[in-house]
């Protein structure tokens, strides 16, 4: 944000329109602060992700570098691309690599399959929330008018029962904060 104001200079009514010399000098004494609230105001800029952020970074700091990770949930791009990687789940059997992930086989099938193509864990939404994998949202969706709604449940239901048993597993490694909770093995 200090950068946003170093470039258009501390002064509201020129936002955008001071010299780069100008700006300089005009932001020695500008704090951050200051400049979210120039950024904010005359921009329109708002982090609309700012309250999650804290439960991603959380989560991130305990997923060892390096790990390679299969990502369900709903802001990915709040994941921390420097630390790990990872492939989204997005809607669950939608689509993954072949041989087609094995939700309707369960827990063990499904971590099985991820070892194979060297996966090291799981970070997902916790079901019981809002968003994309809201678990009863997608239990409304068997009575749907919508084909696709009701073909897509079968598969999100199976990745809730995956979760579920993932969640009593003692052999994995888990840290949950907010919203979000990290498997690993």
């Not at 258009?8 to 609230?37: E, H, M, Q, W, Y």
């Not at 970074?57 to 691309?81: N, R």
């Not at 997005?90 to 041989?99: L, Q, R």
């Amino acid at each position: 944000v200090a950068i946003v104001a170093v470039n258009f200079g501390s002064n509201i009514s020129n936002l955008g329109s001071g010299t780069p010399a100008a700006a300089i000098r005009s932001t020695v004494a500008l704090d951050a602060r200051l400049a979210k609230s120039i950024v904010i105001s005359k921009l329109g800029y708002y982090d609309r992700w700012q309250h999650l952020r804290r439960n991603y970074d959380k989560v991130s700091e305990k997923i060892p570098k390096g790990a390679k990770l299969l990502a369900a949930v709903d802001q990915p791009s709040l994941l921390d691309f420097s630390r790990y990687t990872f492939s989204t789940l997005d809607i669950a059997g939608g689509a993954s690599p072949s041989p087609h992930i094995p939700l309707q086989r369960g827990e063990q099938a499904v971590i099985s399959y991820l070892r194979a193509l060297g996966y090291t864990g799981v970070i997902a939404s916790r079901p019981g929330l809002a968003g994309l994998y809201n678990q009863a949202a997608w239990a409304a969706n068997v009575s749907s008018g919508v084909e696709d709604y009701r073909a897509e449940t079968v598969d999100f239901q199976a990745w809730f029962g995956v979760l579920s048993t993932m969640t009593k597993d003692h052999t994995l490694h888990h840290f949950r904060r907010g919203g979000l909770v990290y498997y690993g093995w």
